[in-house]
């Protein structure tokens, strides 16, 4: 590694990998010469709090844009502190690989020039997807991607000018915001045109959990149904869609994002056909003197059995990138292993959260995939656990975990991490089943909710547990009506919450055995429980007693996604 006196580098874009490829080769070459553009007045900001902003859980904007110790992240900082030269509302319009240069400009006064540049890193993040609707443009429409955008929503909710709020898209951004909006007492509604929000995070008998949660806590959820139009004025009054009108006073767009690429096309990198620069493992483009790294590339799957890039844009993976084209350009080579699609997110109370792919995903790609879902609490029941619902993915075949879900009120970031080092390093169900983890009764019970969840889908692959997934198990009970409910919980608990089908039978496990003999053998018989932990011993009291035709629902009716009666 060298000082890099006399070294050009040209940064362009200043808000996650750019600023952290600037800062870190800074330290490595302090010689070299580093400019950084950004287009935007802000540097260096968290956009990913801007939700929280607007829920008011801190009121400060520039906190976003502030280290931790709160000085502004300011072009002087930069040039102070870390060394750089940060250039905002400056615009990169064109890179000449040729004579290596970049033509920039100046937003503020018009002026166009070159600067040279010995190595380019692109950092030009992704822009918000803005679907053709009629009045996507009226005043209170947002897409959410900057500082002004929160600042903006906020002022209509300090002013009481926001009453009635529809978010169009139900994926990270319109979740969050929905529960921003509700937390400070709007009325929500979320139009998702697919058939379930979180359409690219969670298989859908999870999302549909989420879902069911949601609207306990008052959000609208209208799904399968397409916006229209946007109505109003020269302000938003209405949101169209193919089945209704809802009232509004603000709208948030928030469809999804596509990498900003088109510098990169124009200079003739190599770009994927849907979008996003294509990079090697050290974020280098098909030009070895560009890097990209950010929301503007595609990552490989960590596992290669995807065969394909991905784009899941994640501020976490950008900064990656960036100490990763920090490093290949002052000569460490450390390459960037590969993506695992690892996700959180904060729905009001509940923790959801994913790493891998998702059963739907794999499918997709062909692969033989067997999955499992389990529900219970995150500590032992005199530490008043919170539930968990987790769902693991593992390859038929290998045995490899290719992918987890969590959803709940309990600690689900710890366990999507454990799963998520699983993924990474390509554990088989067996290993997840047995990893030694931190054991006290404040933090977990004796076998950890990820490993119980791995013993249960470890049961089902060698044939032990005959589980149905929630969905699967709704439709056989829509389909099959010759069928039995067989409730094991104690009586106490049915008077509680129950399943309301007719059809159900209430048997306590205590006293299975001895009623075998009051069930049928020539039905099938799905049994479940508060979690299905006494489902699934039921079903092997049932096996041995001779019967042959006899599942049990997995997660329980904790982890039900329909419709439960409560007393």
């Not at 004796?446 to 889908?457: E, G, S």
């Not at 159900?504 to 001895?514: D, K, T």
């Amino acid at each position: 590694m060298e000082s890099g006196k006399g070294l050009k580098i040209v940064v362009i874009g200043a808000v996650a990998c750019g600023p952290k490829t600037a800062s870190r080769l800074k330290r490595l070459m302090p010689e070299a010469e580093i400019t950084v553009l950004e287009r935007g007045e802000h540097v260096s900001f968290g956009a990913c709090g801007i939700p929280y902003y607007v829920e008011g859980l801190f009121n400060n904007l520039s906190a976003l844009v502030e280290t931790p110790v709160g000085v502004p992240r300011t072009p002087v900082f930069f040039e102070k502190v870390k060394g750089v030269k940060v250039l905002t509302k400056t615009e990169a319009i064109k890179i000449d690989r040729e004579s290596k240069t970049v033509v920039v400009r100046d937003l503020r006064s018009g002026e166009e020039y070159s600067l040279p540049y010995d190595k380019l890193v692109l950092a030009t993040g992704a822009t918000a997807v803005r679907p053709p609707i009629p009045g996507i443009d009226k005043r209170n429409v947002f897409f959410v991607r900057n500082l002004d955008d929160a600042q903006n929503i906020r002022n209509l909710i300090d002013q009481g000018k926001a009453k009635n709020v529809v978010i169009v898209g139900g994926g990270y951004i319109g979740i969050e915001m929905a529960e921003a909006f509700a937390e400070v007492g709007l009325n929500v509604s979320i139009v998702e045109m697919l058939d379930q929000i979180f359409p690219q995070f969670l298989d859908r008998e999870l999302a549909l959990l989420v879902q069911k949660f949601m609207k306990s806590k008052g959000v609208s959820i209208f799904t399968s149904e397409t916006v229209k139009e946007i109505l109003g004025g020269e302000s938003v009054e209405a949101v169209k869609t193919d089945k209704r009108e809802l009232p509004a006073d603000l709208v948030i767009v928030a469809v999804g994002v596509r990498p900003n690429d088109i510098l990169a096309k124009e200079a003739g990198l190599a770009c994927g056909p849907k979008g996003g620069i294509l990079v090697n493992s050290y974020c280098q483009t098909s030009d070895p003197d560009i890097y990209a790294g950010g929301d503007c590339v595609l990552n490989f799957y960590v596992h290669p059995i995807t065969g394909q890039p991905l784009f899941i844009p994640l501020g976490s993976t950008a900064n990656k990138h960036g100490r990763v084209i920090a490093n290949h350009i002052a000569g460490i080579a450390s390459p960037f292993p590969g993506i695992a699609c690892t996700s959180v997110c904060k729905v009001f109370e509940v923790t959801v959260a994913r790493t891998g792919l998702s059963e739907a995903m794999a499918k997709s790609l062909n692969i033989d995939v067997v999955s499992a879902v389990w529900t219970g609490p995150d500590k032992p029941h005199y530490m008043e656990g919170k539930p968990l619902t987790i769902k693991l993915i593992a390859s038929r075949k290998y045995r490899t975990i290719l992918g987890a879900e969590v959803v709940g009120m309990g600690d689900a970031a710890k366990r999507i991490d454990v799963a998520a080092m699983a993924v990474q390093f390509k554990a088989t169900l067996d290993q997840l089943a047995y990893v030694d983890l931190a054991y006290a009764p404040p933090f977990s019970p004796p076998i950890d909710p990820i490993a119980t969840a791995a013993h249960v889908l470890l049961n089902k692959m060698n044939g032990l547990a005959n589980g149905l997934n929630p969905l699967e198990a709704k439709k056989w009970m829509d389909e099959r009506k010759d069928l039995v409910l067989l409730d094991v919980r104690t009586p106490d608990e049915f008077n509680q919450m129950r399943l309301p089908d007719d059809r159900v039978v209430h048997i306590p496990l205590g006293a299975l055995r001895e009623k075998v003999n009051e069930l049928p053998k020539d039905k099938d018989i799905l049994a479940f429980c508060k979690v299905s932990m006494r489902g699934y011993e039921a079903q092997r009291i049932l096996n041995a007693a001779g019967f042959d035709r006899v599942w049990f629902i997995e997660g329980g009716l904790v982890g039900w996604p329909f419709e439960v009666w409560t007393a």
